[in-house]
């Protein structure tokens, strides 16, 4: 017989999980530490099948929606009830590690298994999913939540394969992506558990971290164009140097981001000079720009300054700016009450939390469309992230779960 | 018979000399303008039997020595006495210009056919060059200048052929390369014509450039080692961003080659950046230095205070740099005696003119090391070379072939 939740909580078995977090491991691994398994390729295939088998040994009925989603799920007591959704990814980028994903998925599987052994039932029911490409631009979760065009499931992905092809390899049918539709309404609530992927919790020796939101992000191309001119004749004053506008420009964007307090992160990641040569005044230069906050319209205010000061530095040896948008993701809040409830589990487990941004895209960000949302965060030794040096600790990843299995239970619980 | 130069100075004719510019544009033309006329391809070759038809016409004895440079030689009065050379080259970079060796080397065609056809005899003997491979390295004139290593045959060129190959490709004899050295003391003296490849004439409204000398290249690749992590989840305070600390670093170099008055030019010619993804935080930069100075040791104190100030940049945000030294060009000083008579020839014809540096190299570098050596320049329209919009107008291309002319008497006139 199925019994309700007591006030002391039930916890997560953390050595089983731990060992699972290891033989995931085991697929893509790197011989430089990490693994790298991109959505749709061998070892994308075999992570997946891992999470299915372990879903089935915690008595989860497994499934693979139209949009290639793993949903393991497990009926509630009111049969009128929604779902509470929650779990993560297990691709990867290429050379990434083995923590981003796996344990937010993991985490999930083990508190439904947990669950069960200790015959914990719910009013709602239980889904614990497996999002596929996480790391490509979260598609699992954005084909489930909006209406994709026929041209965007053709979008060549990291793999080679464009995503309809790569839908289909991993045994979604992506020509009925309808069927795998989720509107607002059709769940109680969303949660992820997830590595923090910078230093925040490790730096200010926190255990949980209780994320505030999504933040947005705006990319864009920054096309220099100068006059290209022998780098042995062209006196100094006489330049029109489209690197050293880049190299200003990029110095501008650290000192704009930087002038004020506050979360915002703003990153040139490239910059490409033509034609390139060792003896040439570069005539043309491309940056590429990336501004990240909380706030969208912080966002919109850097962006204003950064174009702004970038024609400043255009007029001092005479190149002009033009900037092209890339993307746009505006920001995702998690849910107040949400959040709430998560920091009340781990309170009650005796860990210290702090609330912050998630600085990444996560799959909970398109889920916010659907439910209500919220994440949990574990610290990330180092703040390293998308590396082989990725690493979060054991008694972490165990303590990430048991927030989760708290969280569940208290949503479960909740009025929404 | 022979007779000797008046007082009254012979002139070129600069309309076949202006109509030679344009036939020889017509190998390696491109579509946008400009030619591509890289050493060792058959455009390169097509010119090439072009100006060993000019010579013949000029009656000329037209041979190609061991190093595939092309000579087309005069006899001279007194058979005791050393040649006087003088050319330029008709190889061109990947998408340059038609003026950019053509001037000096049909230059020195023209004035051996004035001379013939007015039977103006010399002491010396007239060696009329077309050094080969100029664009690539001034390897024609190196090689038969220096004693140049089996390895250093064995070099790539822009052609996709060894230099050894090219050379025997134009109708050298690579493995008896030895057969076209010239040492100290086999000439009288070297003069060369070519276009400024800057503004500085054009600016100054000066007809003529009387050559300083070549000055001193020092190359250097910079590596900037910082970490890479995610540009969303790391805090700007965290950062040890490679990209920045380029920026910067491009930033310094334009300043501290600029903080004092003079010639010296310093340029940043590309940045790469690893992994040069938008949304990661760079790890690793390499940028390409260069600096150009007609006194070594400036280009040496530069270079100091650019390490120097490299190391105050990496220590703002933990990041580090190595320079790898590149390739170093020691100047080389026009002769004062022939930069005197340059300047006499040009003031005799009425022009104007002014004593610069030439930034770019020459094969007059090389051939400083074997007898006193000058340089006559010409304007370059807005100082563009390298280009196809690279031009010097027709009339200045006889001025200068007119000094050349009466420089070449001068010297033959000349006790060095």
Known sequence: ??????????????????????????FGKNPQGGVTRV????????ARAYAMQLMRDAKLSVSVDAAGNIFGKRAGVDPSAKPIIFGSHVDSVPEGGN???????????????????????????????????????????????SDPTPVELTTMSQSGKRIADGVR?????????????????DAHGY????????GTLERERRDVGVVEGIVALGQWDVTIDGFANHA????????????????RFTDMVNRVVTAEPGGQVGTV???QAFPGARNVVPGKAICALELRDLEDRKVQRLYDVIVAESRKIGAMNGTTFAFQHVITHESARCDERVRSLIGASATSLGFSTRSLPSGAGHDAQNMA??????????????????????????????????????AVLAMDAAQF
């Not at 042995?232 to 190299?247: F, K, N, V, Y």
Request: hydrophobic share 40%; glycine share 14%.
């Open 169 to 185: 390899f991993i045994g979604g049918t992506p020509d009925n992506i309808a069927a795998a539709r989720l509107r607002r309404g």
């Open 99 to 145: 923590f981003d994903g796996n344990v937010g998925t993991l985490g999930a599987i083990e508190v439904a298994r947990t669950l069960g052994e200790q015959n914990i039932g719910t009013k709602h029911p239980l889904w614990v999913v497996c999002w596929q490409n996480e790391e490509g631009g979260t598609w699992g979760s954005h084909l489930v939540t």
């Open 1 to 26: 017989m199925l019994r309700r939740a007591t006030r002391l909580s039930p916890r997560v078995n953390g050595q089983r999980l731990n060992g699972w977090m290891s033989a995931i491991g085991e």
């Open 232 to 247: 042995g004749t062209t006196a100094m004053g006489e330049r029109h140097d489209a690197l050293l506008s880049a190299a």
């Open 369 to 406: 469309r659907v439910c209500p949302m919220g994440m949990i965060f574990i610290p990330s030794v180092g703040g390293i992230s998308h590396s082989p040096k990725e690493y979060s600790r054991p008694q972490d990843i165990t303590n990430g779960a048991d927030v989760l299995l708290g």
């Open 269 to 271: 990641g490239r910059i």
């Open 39 to 46: 959505a749709y390729t061998d070892a994308d295939v075999a």
């Open 191 to 198: 949660l992820e558990l997830h590595i923090e992927q910078g």
